[in-house]
């Protein structure tokens, strides 16, 4: 960035819970410091103070679910030098990526008293299948100093210092016995990203994968593995799908179990 300009930050939302944005103001004392060092162009969770881009940094939040929001996202990436996309709904569709795998319009008429009324995508998609990511931060929610390194790395012209390696490497670090061996639970941490410091592990539960597939993840092996365990076919798929179900790597190894079911 220019010496002794402050770069204009904005943050965005698409169809989310809002748990990403909250990771920001939950920094509380990191917030001061950030603070200092950007001008908060556009934050609805934050301020209802706005700046008219174009903005430096944009981050985005949330998954696309309407033709509403796929112009919006368009628009956004044409005022943005930066746009980086945080959480399981930016990066793979969120949960409500579930909607790929049925009809929604069956489910529109069930929910909706009026469903002509409803404008939607068949699909709800990650921001980087309709304009160019610079970054995606992984997480739902995402981790709060990732979003700092994430940031700060930008401020100073360096690549974020963000793990793609699996989440055994942090049950390792901090002393964690593996679950699957010493509890026959099922775990998707062999295949899932790190960034939470193994925190379900941590109390003897199974990874949920809320990070999203590491960097090639050997899903195939893992679901022998978790057929060993005893895992039936139908935990499988749900185990694949949940809060990165669009991610690639869950998506399709969830659908091979479908076809065994079957």
């Not at 965005?12 to 200092?36: H, T």
């Not at 990526?97 to 529109?108: G, N, Q």
């Not at 539960?205 to 809320?210: E, S, Y």
Request: net charge positive; with cysteine.
């Amino acid at each position: 960035m220019k010496s002794g300009h402050k770069p204009k930050l904005a943050v965005w939302k698409f169809a989310s819970c809002d748990g990403c944005q909250l990771s920001l103001l939950d920094c509380e004392e990191e917030l001061l410091a950030v603070a200092g060092h950007i001008e908060l162009a556009y934050f609805p969770e934050a301020t209802r103070a706005e700046i008219r881009g174009p903005y430096d940094i944009s981050l985005v939040e949330g998954s696309i679910t309407t033709p509403h929001d796929q112009h919006r996202i368009q628009k956004i990436r044409r005022q943005s030098r930066l746009l980086i996309a945080i959480g399981a709904c930016a990066t793979s569709g969120g949960i409500q990526a579930l909607r790929s795998f049925a009809r929604v319009e069956d489910y529109v008429r069930v929910v909706y008293a009026h469903p002509e009324y409803i404008s939607t995508l068949e699909r709800s998609t990650a921001i980087a299948k309709h304009v160019q990511v610079d970054f995606e931060l992984r997480g739902c929610p995402i981790d709060k100093y990732q979003l700092l390194e994430v940031l700060n790395a930008y401020l100073n012209g360096r690549k974020p210092n963000i793990p793609t390696y699996c989440v055994c490497v942090e049950c390792k670090r901090r002393g964690t016995p593996c679950v699957m061996v010493s509890r026959g639970e099922a775990c998707l941490g062999p295949v899932t990203q790190a960034g939470c410091g193994a925190l379900c592990p941590a109390y003897a539960r199974g990874c949920f994968g809320c990070f999203g597939p590491m960097e090639n993840p050997h899903t195939e092996a893992l679901s022998e593995r978790l057929k060993a365990l005893g895992v039936s076919e139908g935990d499988m798929i749900r185990l694949f799908r949940s809060f990165n179900a669009g991610a690639e790597a869950f998506r399709k190894e969830s659908k091979a179990h479908v076809r065994i079911e079957k």
